[in-house]
């Protein structure tokens, strides 16, 4: 009615007003048209261009693995190392391997939106996507035991894309417990969502009031417990200490009460550290035994891709580490790495990591095997594993 009175007012005619009309509703269309043209023209370009970028970032590691594959094959035949589970494998099976992970982070770019490629070029081309990566509280703890091999851990698993770990012991559940979840999320790396925050003290198993700590951060926190032969660990412990202070007794006098081997002192840090049922008891009063992951010390040397393997399956991770990143440095006697997140060219863990230990009386090494018997099956029972330690 309004309509008609505007038109009279007007004088327009009904003709020329189902004109206008008609002009009015082709002009929307047409603006409505190009407008959404340009929009999807625009985000075809962005996509391809991040495409693109992925596959620089892609292309530039695979090369760098396939060097990392040449250096392996010639430190394998200069070696005549004949290990094969620590070995890289065939380079042709590498290049094929890069090219079904470049495929496959191709893929996971265009169904997610974000891809999981290492190093900081990523970080640059997040925040190019409007992604903003931020620091959070762990999601998983390497909580020990101190000398089972908890850096060789950590360093195997953080080469894992979507695992971002804190460089160095932060000690905020034993030592800087006071400071707050603020302090100790403010030495979290940065990560992007679905990647896994990572830290590693491993004094964390073995203090009483950290398991209640952890428990209150987040009751669902993954907890991996490297652990070895407690007699070989206890001499590891001595050694380091040993490395430090020159005038350090003898390991057989500070292991046993006056001097003689018939009593072990279980005041002594290294020997007191290794009854592991003990602590473990604590920490199962708060965690149940499904969110707990032994790895074994011994087997992460003799064999790291099986043991990063159950890490990774653990933690609902892709299997990404494998034999291929490993390889065995002979003068070393150890595990190393072809490149890390710190590293780009192949190399084994610090001088700290695998000393010579000094000659133990063997008869001191029996009574301590002797003592730890009891407390290893007392392990075994708890864990369901026998770690077999004689
Ligand atoms: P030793 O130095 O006594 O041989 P942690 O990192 O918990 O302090 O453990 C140190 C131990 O890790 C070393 O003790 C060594 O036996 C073990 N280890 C395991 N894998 C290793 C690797 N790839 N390189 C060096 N040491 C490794």
Redesign the pocket.
């Known amino acids: 009615m309004y309509v008609s009175i505007w038109c009279h007012s007007l004088n327009l005619s009904s003709r020329s007003l189902a004109i206008v009309l008609v002009v009015c509703v082709t002009l929307v269309y047409f603006s409505y048209s190009f407008n959404a043209c340009l929009l999807a023209s625009i985000s075809r370009t962005l996509q391809q261009s991040n495409l693109r970028n992925l596959l620089t970032l892609q292309q530039r590691n695979a090369s760098s693995e396939a060097e990392a594959n040449r250096v392996s094959n010639a430190s394998r035949s200069s070696n005549g190392n004949s290990n094969s589970s620590t070995s890289a494998g065939p380079s042709s099976n590498s290049s094929s391997s890069s090219s079904s992970s470049t495929t496959a982070i191709l893929n996971s770019t265009v169904s997610n939106g974000i891809a999981s490629v290492d190093g900081a070029p990523k970080y640059q081309m997040l925040r190019q996507q409007g992604l903003r990566p931020s620091r959070h509280l762990p999601d998983t703890l390497i909580i020990g035991v101190?000398?089972?091999?908890?850096?060789?851990l950590l360093e195997f698993i953080r080469l894992h894309p979507d695992v971002r770990a804190a460089g160095s012991e932060v000690h905020f559940f034993d030592r800087h417990y006071q400071r707050g979840l603020r302090w100790y999320r403010h030495h979290m790396p940065y990560t992007i969502e679905g990647q896994i925050t990572m830290e590693k003290t491993?004094s964390y198993f073995v203090t009483k009031e950290v398991p209640q700590r952890v428990y209150h951060m987040n009751t669902a926190t993954k907890l991996l417990i490297v652990v070895r032969d407690p007699v070989t660990r206890a001499i590891?412990d001595y050694?380091q200490a040993a490395s430090k202070k020159a005038d350090m007794k003898r390991f057989e006098q500070l292991a046993f009460v006056n001097g003689s081997y018939s009593v072990v002192d279980t005041n002594w840090g290294p020997v007191k550290i290794g009854v592991y049922a003990r602590y473990l008891e604590h920490w199962l009063l708060y965690f149940p035994l499904s969110q707990l992951l032994f790895i074994s010390?011994e087997r992460?040397?003799m064999d790291p891709a099986y043991e990063i393997g159950r890490v990774q399956d653990f933690l609902g991770l892709k299997r990404v580490v494998t034999e291929k990143h490993f390889y065995f440095n002979a003068t070393k006697g150890?595990?190393?790495l072809f490149k890390s997140e710190a590293r780009s060219t192949p190399h084994?863990?610090g001088k700290t990591?695998?000393?010579n230990?000094p000659h133990i009386d063997a008869n001191a090494i029996e009574r301590l095997r002797e003592f730890y018997r009891p407390f290893n099956n007392k392990f075994y029972q708890l864990t369901g594993i026998n770690f077999a330690w004689p």
């Open positions: 101190k000398k089972s091999g908890t850096r060789a491993p590891s050694t010390g992460l040397i150890f595990p190393c084994c863990l990591k695998g000393r230990h």
